[in-house]
């Protein structure tokens, strides 16, 4: 298995401009998380899908951040406007969650993000 | 709801020496815990993680961790570092997401 895919690897671009970041999941995992890691903040988990529907987006950090996931394979991070502050590595996770057991999550390699 | 600390926030250590990182835990129960390491530029990977049953859990790389319930506290060893392992450390608790520490920063000097 290739594992967690995210694309771009990096991202340069202007405040106010869109920005979308993409995550293909490991096959077969129902779990998909979107992190960001920043200096300041560490890591910080912006939303949690299972079974392609959203259950916690409570750290998506306001209106401007939205996230989908309209397949088992493909999820989408988007930002409208972007802003500078929004700069920071973006990953991508998925695991299989089954009953009560806690599975690891496997990681992408992240999206660099930098908005001048 | 549970969390995880990590009270050091850099360590360095020569190579050739051993490395131990701290975790402390906060749950009433026993809890599940993972310890992931992220190398440069990288993703994170996971190192070990502990369920239940034997309290010193083996993981890759040469890490291992003891759990101990007594100082709710999951640390990480190695006996003898190499250059390859300077890196930040992460402990981690799930719920049905992860509960992230802050991370430990690992220099290792020659």
């Known amino acids: 298995d290739a594992g967690v895919i995210q694309s771009p690897r990096h991202e340069v671009t202007e405040m106010g401009q869109e920005v979308t970041l993409r995550c293909k999941p490991i096959?077969?995992?129902?779990?998909l998380f979107w992190y960001r890691q920043t200096m300041m903040r560490g890591l910080e988990l912006l939303i949690y899908?299972?079974?392609?529907?959203?259950?916690?987006d409570s750290g998506m950090p306001e209106d401007r951040f939205s996230a989908k996931m309209p397949n088992a394979s493909f999820s989408t991070l988007k930002i409208q406007p972007s802003e500078p502050r929004d700069s920071a590595v973006y990953f991508c996770a998925s695991t299989d969650v089954s009953g009560e057991s806690y599975n690891e999550q496997f990681f992408g390699p992240g999206t660099r993000l930098t908005v001048l | 709801a549970q969390s995880v600390t990590q009270p050091d926030i850099h360590i360095t250590v020569s190579e050739g020496a051993s490395l131990e990182l701290r975790c402390n835990y906060s749950y009433g129960a026993t809890p599940y815990l993972f310890w992931y390491v992220q190398s440069p530029g990288q993703g994170l990977q996971l190192l070990l993680k502990y369920f239940s049953g034997d309290t010193l859990v083996q993981g890759i790389k040469g890490f291992e961790a003891e759990f101990k319930r007594s100082q709710s506290s999951f640390n990480l060893r190695k006996p003898s570092v190499h250059w390859s392992d300077a890196a930040e450390y992460f402990c981690?608790?799930?719920?049905?997401?992860?509960?992230f520490g802050a991370g430990t920063t690992v220099t290792v000097r020659a």
């Open positions: 096959s077969g995992h129902n779990s």
């Open positions: 981690a608790v799930p719920d049905y997401k992860l509960s």
């Open positions: 899908f299972n079974n392609n529907v959203p259950i916690d």
